[in-house]
């Protein structure tokens, strides 16, 4: 079993519209968690950390349930720039441990 | 603030060669950086923990005689491919975390190595 297991995707969802991702992870230990957003043939760049009571950064929603050991990712209001892969991480130690990322196709 | 600079961008370059890959942290001291590597369509695979001052760290499978690591300073490390081959070619990523502990790692913009 992969340390970290995604989404497979890809969604391919209109402008406008919700999208969820999930993640779940095995190390019970791990302690942060975040969200990357890469684009193509780009490096990950952070979206958002994901803290234990849950976190909004505009349209963008995360969270975190320690008890079934995943976490997610709300998307509102999908944009065509919004296109690309998500990607979770997780820290068990001082290593991030990367998801295989899923990708979001937003079209007009 | 937190940017992490990685020279080159991309290289290409003939078998047998050895490539140095540069990581910086520009605003900030890293004590250790992660290097990455990651084939088309798949994700980030650490490769290893690159300690100031000390070894490097290689995950399980990744040959520390093919892959160089040096953190000499504070601010810099660099991986070293050496006599690299076309299995080589891959996109190649350093990051670094300030402050250390739970933060989030910033990733530089990242090394694609093509190999002939």
């Known amino acids: 079993r992969k340390e970290v297991e995604q989404d497979p995707g890809p969604f391919n969802v209109p402008e406008g519209a919700t999208v969820a991702f999930n993640c779940t992870y095995s190390?019970?230990?791990?302690?942060?968690f975040f969200w990357y957003r890469q684009d193509c043939r780009k490096e990950p760049k952070l979206l958002m950390s994901?803290?234990?009571s849950g976190n909004e950064d505009g349209r963008f929603t995360a969270q975190l349930n320690r008890a079934s050991q995943y976490i997610s990712l709300l998307i509102r209001d999908s944009k065509l720039s919004d296109s690309a892969t998500y990607l979770c991480?997780?820290?068990?130690?001082?290593?991030?441990?990367f998801g295989a990322g899923t990708i979001l196709r937003v079209k007009s | 603030g937190a940017v992490v600079s990685q020279h080159p961008s991309w290289v290409i370059c003939k078998s047998g060669t050895s490539v140095k890959i540069e990581c910086r942290s520009l605003?900030?001291?890293?004590?250790?950086m992660f290097w990455y590597r990651q084939f088309p369509k798949q994700s980030l695979m650490l490769m290893a923990t690159?300690?100031?001052?000390?070894?490097?760290?290689?995950e399980q499978g990744v040959e520390k005689d093919k892959f160089l690591i040096n953190h000499a300073s504070l601010t810099l490390s660099t991986l070293t491919v050496t006599s690299a081959h076309p299995e080589d070619s891959s996109f190649y990523i350093c990051?670094?975390?300030?402050?250390?502990?739970?933060?989030?790692?910033?990733f530089g913009d990242g090394t694609r190595l093509s190999i002939l």
């Open positions: 990051s670094a975390t300030p402050g250390g502990g739970n933060q989030p790692q910033h």
């Open positions: 190390n019970s230990a791990s302690q942060s």
């Open positions: 994901v803290y234990s």
């Open positions: 991480a997780v820290r068990p130690g001082n290593k991030l441990v």
């Open positions: 605003d900030f001291q890293a004590t250790t």
């Open positions: 690159s300690n100031e001052g000390s070894k490097a760290t290689y």
